[in-house]
């Protein structure tokens, strides 16, 4: 099935998952075998303060093809460490996979698969979910909305799980923002792309770092990273308002003039609120633009890293 010249590389972002390294390093060994591919599995770790990094240097000892990049401190999400890992990688074709087992390594064969058919980007399609049912519902709803709202033609309920041929991954790396949103930026790159439907697991091992509050971030980030639709909203709200002011003021001027009076409290005060709340929701979404602008100006590294263990990257 598979041409034996093209090598796989993996990379998976790591933060404190000593539960499920050494099961998930086994799994795809398995996977690898099975369809007799040269590989190498790359984990970049985001400061883990459990055994992960100890794990990490045990498995680089033991398999010349395993390479663990470890950060000089926690860089917040793991989009860094897919970037890093992707950075770093010398495959043909790079696999994102997280490091929780939630997404299957098995579905990697139906990937490669995809690939050797001719796509140049295979992600997997969430079509079932393990766990709460809100959870599920709000999922589902996230990315409707993002679909809905982005620039982009956004697959429906498909993460970072995905296998991307050499040529996207070469357009990825060449994207040079720091405030790093990967499975836009691999959609915004194009190509050739099919899904592959999967049920995700429940997370195997350990605590997620992710919350309500957490998922609220990274739809907000989503949003405000590939849609303009925010900044359009403003416009159109700001049209409604005046309109409405005009209207008001073409009815309010006539109506004074009959029945004279002072002007109510109540309606005043509630009109100086509701123009309020519209000015400060206008600045916020203006603010979310101009903190990604402020990020991007500074020019920083979007990573840091301290240590590479394990083998080298190959050099041309």
Not at 260 to 267: C, S
């Amino acid at each position: 099935m598979f041409n034996q010249g093209k090598k796989i590389s993996v990379v998976i972002p790591t933060y404190n998952e000593e539960g499920n390294i050494k099961i998930l390093y086994q799994r795809l060994l398995a996977v690898f075998k099975k369809i007799n591919s040269d590989y190498e599995i790359i984990f970049a770790d985001n400061k883990s303060t459990d055994k992960t990094r100890q794990i990490l240097r045990e498995l680089a000892g033991q398999d010349r093809q395993v390479a663990a990049l470890f950060f000089s401190r926690n860089f917040g999400t793991d989009q860094y460490g897919l970037t890093a890992g992707t950075d770093y990688a010398s495959g043909d074709a790079v696999i994102w996979i997280e490091a929780d087992l939630q997404d299957p390594p098995e579905l990697i064969e139906d990937f490669v698969r995809k690939w050797e058919e001719g796509y140049q980007v295979v992600y997997g399609v969430r079509t079932k979910r393990r766990g709460s049912l809100f959870l599920q519902i709000a999922y589902k709803l996230f990315y409707r909305m993002f679909r809905k709202l982005s620039y982009l033609d956004i697959p429906l309920d498909a993460g970072d799980f995905s296998l991307m041929d050499r040529k996207v991954v070469d357009v990825i790396k060449s994207m040079p923002e720091r405030d790093r949103f990967v499975r836009g930026l691999r959609t915004w790159a194009g190509f050739k792309s099919i899904g592959v439907s999967y049920t995700r697991d429940e997370r195997h091992a350990g605590v997620t770092s992710n919350s309500l509050v957490k998922n609220i971030w990274w739809a907000k980030k989503a949003f405000f990273s590939f849609s303009y639709k925010p900044l359009e909203w403003i416009s159109y709200v700001a049209g409604f308002v005046t309109i409405c002011s005009i209207l008001t003021i073409l009815v309010y001027i006539p109506y004074t003039y009959f029945v004279p009076g002072p002007p109510g409290f109540l309606t005043t005060f509630l009109v100086m609120l509701f123009l309020g709340s519209i000015q400060l929701l206008s600045l916020s979404v203006i603010a979310e633009y101009l903190t990604k602008i402020f990020e991007e100006v500074k020019g920083r590294p979007k990573y840091v890293i301290e240590e590479i263990v394990g083998q080298k990257k190959d050099e041309n």
